[in-house]
């Protein structure tokens, strides 16, 4: 048996304390807060999406940084065996659109409460209000903990699971970073992830709240489509948020240090321009004696008519029967090219996740064992690691917290 030290309190670090001790180790789990899983609160607006039931295939495609490096641990720990541990442990879920998996109360805390009840269950300890400050090591690896108050904790292993640069009012302030540079570790540029976008365009403020279900978006750098996704968004006094935003920032956050890039929606993604043409000529029929602003009120929420009707270059009072087919071919394009720019993203206070982290050449993607320090483990948002929005983070920490905490033993 073995004493594993545990820094972090949230999703890996309490799955890698918990999987530490099932496997028979002596754990002690270290959290600079008042409380666990802090963070873990608030995903999911509060309610917790703790996993996606998709297929293994589909869980590796939603990993946007080092996928091949997850195939160990998301096989050793799969979104099914997640769902199996909080089922076991009396937590009641449920699957909801795009195979995202909540707790049937909606309530992040349940999932926080059924972890801390496992651990305690498995007799780990936890101290609160305990801030590691650094990780002493040797040439012959892991030897003990410095903690803020001048206390040295010894063990046979240490496990990192301090999270990212997001949400700093959680815990998330960096620390990882720093404990993996003074153990000789690289760690790549850290960016906002999972984030929403600024743009330039001023109309958006018009739309400030309104928030759009099956519409397309693409990225562009240049002529090169980055990224494009289907589903909701949400407009906003500065610009763009919602899933599939949230979701193309992922893609977007390190190319856009130095340039702008194109942001395209389209309102109508199950019609072609064609057929989008023959049901705006269908409407314009029905209202061939109105004003042109008064005709398209069946294509778009209230909010958004002006604005098109603006951006189309149409006179608003111009009655329908005067309209060109130039100028309605130009708006039929418009719904389907709404254009904006990026300028850049919002802060890492407004990010869900960092994108960069300790690079994961340096760990061993089996036990989560550092490569340069034997005995110290990483585990979670800490790593290089990052998928989009659906679950798919939370199982990268599962899974890697699962990984350290089987793994963590005494330095032969």
């Not at 992830?193 to 240049?222: C, M, T």
């Not at 951006?311 to 329908?320: H, N, Q, R, Y």
């Not at 060109?324 to 709404?338: A, D, T």
């Not at 064992?369 to 290089?384: I, M, N």
């Amino acid at each position: 048996m073995g004493k594993v030290l545990v820094i972090g309190g949230g999703a890996a670090g309490m799955f890698a304390a918990i999987s530490a001790a099932r496997n028979g180790n002596e754990v002690r789990l270290f959290e600079k807060n008042e409380k666990l899983g802090k963070k873990l609160f608030i995903t999911g607006k509060g309610r917790c999406n703790i996993t996606n039931a998709c297929d293994m295939d589909d869980l590796f495609q939603a990993v946007v940084s080092n996928p091949k490096f997850l195939y160990s641990s998301f096989y050793g720990c799969t979104n099914q065996d997640v769902m199996d541990f909080f089922r076991e442990a009396g937590l009641k879920m449920k699957t909801e659109r795009g195979d995202r998996v909540f707790p049937v109360s909606d309530h992040s805390s349940d999932v926080i409460s059924t972890l801390t009840k496992e651990l305690k269950r498995l007799g780990v300890e936890i101290n609160y209000h305990s801030e590691v400050m650094k990780i002493e090591a040797d040439e012959h690896g892991f030897q003990r903990l410095i903690l803020s108050d001048g206390r040295k904790i010894s063990g046979d292993c240490c496990i990192v699971a301090t999270g990212g640069y997001s949400y700093q009012t959680t815990g998330s302030t960096g620390d990882g970073y720093r404990f993996a540079k003074e153990l000789g570790h690289s760690v790549t540029d850290i960016y906002p992830s999972l984030v929403p976008l600024n743009v330039k365009e001023s109309f958006v403020k018009e739309l400030q709240g309104l928030s759009l279900r099956n519409v397309e978006a693409s990225v562009y750098d240049g002529k090169r489509e980055v990224y494009r996704g289907f589903g909701e968004m949400l407009f906003t006094h500065y610009g763009v948020s919602g899933p599939i935003i949230l979701s193309a920032s992922s893609y977007i956050t390190k190319k856009l240090k130095n340039k702008e890039m194109k942001l395209v929606l389209d309102l109508k993604p199950a019609m072609s321009e064609e057929q989008l043409d023959r049901r705006v000529l269908r409407d314009f029929k029905e209202n061939i004696n109105k004003q042109f602003k008064n005709a398209v009120t069946k294509l778009f929420p209230a909010k958004l008519i002006p604005v098109m009707i603006a951006l189309s270059g149409i006179d608003p009072e111009k009655k329908v029967n005067e309209i060109s087919k130039e100028e309605r071919l130009g708006f039929v394009h418009l719904m389907k090219n709404v254009t904006m720019h990026i300028s850049g993203t919002r802060d890492f206070n407004e990010a869900i996740i960092t994108q960069g982290g300790v690079k994961t050449k340096e760990i061993n993607p089996t036990t989560m064992e550092s490569k340069l320090a034997p005995g110290v483990y990483f585990a979670g948002e800490v790593l290089d690691l990052d998928a989009l929005t659906g679950g798919f983070n939370l199982q990268i920490a599962w899974s890697t917290g699962y990984a350290a905490g089987i793994s963590a033993q005494k330095i032969s």
